[in-house]
């Protein structure tokens, strides 16, 4: 009986110990990151999960910036468009101009340009499923960058999946 009781005191004990690391991996930036490519990927997302995951790749991107000498201008962008998400403005050119010179910085001043793939669909459909199969590389390949821990790499293509859901493509 005193064995069971020890074995059940130690098992909550180590349970509890966990928590806080479970509920880090939850919230970290590769969480985030993941749950952004889960609604991307929803066959039928709504506008609220995709909001919600614009926001939250955003605030992964603050996340993981290194210690640049840009670092304050692209949170001070940044942080303006995550509020303005978190506010539902999802399309304004005022974003778009923000996160594009938040992309130059992580870029070596390199201008974010809509993927050549894109421009070359011949209908809004296809463009579309170009354009979710584009955004999920982007994640796959963030969440890649800062496993092999370069994270300024991962912030561009943060930054540039946000930007590709964004910015209105013409088909």
Do not use: H
Not at 28 to 47: F, K, Q, S, T
Not at 60 to 69: F, G, Q, V, Y
Not at 79 to 84: G, Y
């Amino acid at each position: 009986m005193k064995n069971r009781l020890i074995l059940t005191l130690i098992g909550l004990g180590l349970l509890a110990a966990a928590a806080p690391v479970l509920a880090a991996q939850e919230t970290g930036p590769e969480a985030m990151i993941a749950r952004a490519r889960a609604a991307v990927l929803n066959p039928d997302p709504a506008r609220d999960a995709i909001t919600k995951s614009l926001a939250e790749v955003l605030e992964a991107s603050l996340l993981i910036l290194p210690k640049t000498d840009y670092a304050e201008e692209f949170k001070a962008r940044v942080e303006t468009v995550r509020k303005m998400f978190e506010d539902e403005v999802l399309f304004s050119d005022k974003g778009r101009q923000y996160l594009g010179l938040a992309y130059k910085l992580v870029s070596g001043g390199k201008a974010w340009e809509v993927p050549a793939e894109l421009k070359a669909q011949d209908s809004a459909k296809k463009g579309i499923e170009k354009a979710t199969e584009i955004c999920a590389k982007l994640l796959d390949s963030a969440l890649a960058a800062r496993q092999a821990g370069r994270n300024e790499e991962a912030v561009r293509d943060l930054i540039s999946f946000v930007l590709l859901v964004v910015t209105p493509i013409e088909a």
